[in-house]
């Protein structure tokens, strides 16, 4: 079975069709085995980030994972037909490599995305629907990911979209030593963005988490805070800043929450950072006056202007994604020998244990044991050499060239019968 890849990312979607086909980390167990127990599919890993949601695949064909993804977007009334991408083979391993190595990122090297391919590596292996070739591409996957990590450039100088945020905040604040900032969620992007903010001294940091013991724990790492998410309506206008990122499928915060706090705050602006993918902010929250908010997309934009900078790491690392890729279908082509390699050794082995048996059988009878070893010999001769001669005897012309040479190959002139297997 051929490998495949399926999905959508931030080069074939926008933001309103991503969060619409987002698997939350509770629901990917669910779905993996939704999708694997579709005809024709061998093996799964999903892959769904603020960026990207994305099948990796071992199936007879594409159609059944078409099929499947199609499904899963029509539940929330999508149409994917014009946003869907697709590769196979050998294009498929190189996707998988460009992918982790944050060569297809919206943020140019950003390590982020290996870490949640991992993440979803383990998911399908704990999921059952991890098998032996998926396995191999993504433990190769996760090699080439570091060899660029540690042999280019690629991550260097690079503008997170962490530091863009706060530089934008500081366009409208100027000093973030006079604000007050809210954390939504305690994912990795939320973390991230409060080591960047909190470095420069907000006058408190206040976390909102569903589950309010671990909002006590990460207020904690950055000396805040924690209230419950259902406070947010009440406490929403204390804040200059909110960042957001939580793992909500619907929005938590309505343009009419924002309205009531802007009013209690006298239309001083706020400003509201969105990571999360499905969005936690309702999208026309955005078309309020003193509101400033920023969506992954809008973050995204801004930090591509600083990849012309990096187009050297870029050519190196995608020499490096080549190489490997040849270097994974020289070993599926390999793997394609196997089977044939196991008929032969069991074919071998079933003359073998026939002439050993008759060769038993004399010795018990009292026949001289050196013709009973010239006899096994000979048997073994001919049990291995009667089809292959047969092959040839009949073959017709256009046919014989090709076997005369896979003997030639199978069976090398070795000089005399030196270098045969066990002798040094």
Known sequence: MPLHVLGINHHSAPLEVREKL???????????????????????????????????????????????????????GLDIADHLYAHSESEAVRHAFRVASGLDSMVLGEPQILGQVKQSVRTAEHSGTLGSMLN?????????????????????????????????????????SRTKMLLIGVGEMVELAATYFVAQGPQGVVVANRTLARGEAFAERFNGTAIALEQLPERLHEFDIVITGTASTLPILSRGAFERALKARRYRPMFVVDFAVPRDVEPDAAELEDLFLYTIDDLGTIVQEGAGQRQAAVAEAETIVDRQVQAFQAWLKARSAVPAIVQLRARADEYRTAELAKAKARLARGEDPAKVLEGLAAGLVNKILHHPTQALNRAVESERDSLVRAVEILFPDNGGGRDEPGEQ
Request: charged fraction near 20%.
């Open 136 to 176: 191999r591409l993504f433990q190769c996957t996760f090699s080439v990911a570091k060899e660029v990590r540690t042999q280019t450039a690629i991550g260097a100088q690079s503008i997170s979209m962490s530091a863009a945020a706060l530089k934008l905040a500081q366009n409208l604040f100027g000093d973030i």
């Open 22 to 76: 987002a698997f939350p980390p509770e629901t990917q167990a669910d779905a993996l085995t939704s999708l694997a127990g579709r005809p024709g599919v061998a093996e799964a890993v999903l892959v769904s980030t603020c960026n990207r949601t994305e099948v990796y695949c071992r199936a007879d064909d594409m159609a059944a994972v078409r099929a499947w993804l199609t499904d899963e977007a029509a539940r929330s």
